[in-house]
């Protein structure tokens, strides 16, 4: 029998709120392989977590739900259909407790913007009930929850830089020494469905039109080995870019646009429509959001740094 805390437990400050940051995510290389009988796609990925982040708070109640603010706000479903309140119930039902919580979402990662951002809500949700909880559960047990729940959602329970196979799920983190990456998130007006995005890639590559797959993550993984962010631009790929840029021409401006304002490279993140840009240090990259925004070839230009930290208290 798992420990419950009671109320008099939070009376006295000892539970909750529990506040919980997660970041959102960006491939450095996204490798899609065949289809696989199960309707996924075989891949072979680098997750990397950057510093844009959601924040989930999680009070006691009698009941579950959800209330939120920011990105989304009044188009998203606070119902059971969200990830967060899908992850609440997940592991009640795993540890045997009741999944009776308040929680407010504070949403500062785009909605289907190839981020994450729901996967990424949803990896704070199984942090912040374990702790509200008390389930106290480790964090390969949290992460193996979070595979039923989305194929990113594992990664943002460990966050840093991971390689991830399988349909994504499986994660091994991936050693380097301690360098900060700097990077220009562009953020489109629109968002671009996950589903469709493989779905024309399929069609792309089903009619000879899709370019040539990305090989093994070898060359990207010997980059970040080193700390030049030059000999990373040249390492880091996508194989949905086509796809994402067959769905939004314009795209294709938001990358010309942050090349010519001296970004190392750009790539769409995900599924897109997210653009990402890798710059040489922190002031080039304020200085290449400040012109992406002042060019309107996006909704908005955010400077990021990675890797950091996936779902954490506090
Ligand atoms: P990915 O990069 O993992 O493909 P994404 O960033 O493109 O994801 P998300 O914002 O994570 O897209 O979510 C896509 C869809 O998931 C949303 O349009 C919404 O229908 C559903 N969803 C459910 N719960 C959430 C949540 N808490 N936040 C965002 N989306 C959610």
Same mark, same amino acid.
């Given at each position: ?11 006295? #400050? ?11 995510? *960006? ?6 392989? /065949? ?9 072979? !990925?680098?997750? &990397? ?32 259909? =969200? ?20 929680? &407010? ?30 389930? #106290?559960? @480790? ?13 990113? *959602? ?23 020494? /301690? ?10 007006? $629109?968002?671009? @469905? ?15 039109? +899709?370019?040539? /797959?990305?090989? /093994? ?13 030059? $000999? ?28 010519? +304002? ?5 790539? *769409? @993140?995900?599924?897109?429509? !997210? ?6 240090? +922190? ?9 992406? =925004? ?7 230009? %955010? ?8 779902? %954490?208290?506090?």
């Amino acid at each position: 029998e798992a420990w419950r805390p009671d109320d008099e437990d939070e009376r006295r #400050g000892a539970i909750g709120p529990v506040k919980v940051r997660v970041p959102a995510k *960006v491939n450095l290389h996204l490798g899609v392989g /065949p289809l696989r009988r199960d309707g996924y796609h075989e891949l072979n !990925t680098v997750y &990397h977590a950057i510093s844009i982040y959601d924040e989930l708070t999680a009070r006691r109640g009698d009941t579950l739900a959800l209330t939120m603010e920011g990105e989304g706000t009044g188009e998203l479903a606070l119902d059971d259909s =969200n990830l967060v309140i899908r992850a609440a119930h997940a592991l009640a039902g795993y540890a045997g407790v009741l999944p009776h919580a308040r929680l &407010h979402l504070r949403k500062q990662i785009p909605l289907a913007g190839g981020l994450a951002g729901g996967s990424a809500d949803a990896a704070a949700a199984l942090v912040a009930c374990d702790a509200l909880w008390g389930t #106290g559960l @480790s964090r390969d047990e949290l992460a193996g929850i979070a595979a039923d729940l989305g194929s990113d *959602v594992p990664f943002l329970i460990y966050g840093g830089t991971a390689l991830g196979t399988g349909r994504g799920e499986a994660i091994s983190p991936v050693l380097a020494r /301690p360098t900060t990456w700097h990077w220009v998130v562009a953020i489109a007006d $629109v968002g671009l @469905s996950t589903p469709a995005a493989y779905r024309e890639l399929d069609r792309l590559r089903d009619s000879g039109a +899709a370019g040539a /797959p990305l090989g /093994p993550t070898d060359a990207l993984l010997g980059a970040l080995r080193q700390r030049d962010p030059r $000999v990373l631009a040249r390492t880091l790929g996508n194989d949905l870019q086509d796809a994402a840029l067959a769905m939004l021409p314009a795209l294709a401006d938001t990358l010309k646009a942050g090349e010519e +304002a001296g970004a190392l490279t750009g790539i *769409v @993140s995900g599924s897109g429509p !997210t653009c990402v840009f890798l710059a040489a240090d +922190a002031a080039d990259a304020e200085r290449i959001a400040a012109e992406l =925004n002042a060019a309107e070839v996006c909704r908005e230009a %955010r400077v990021a740094h990675g890797p950091v930290a996936g779902a %954490r208290v506090g």
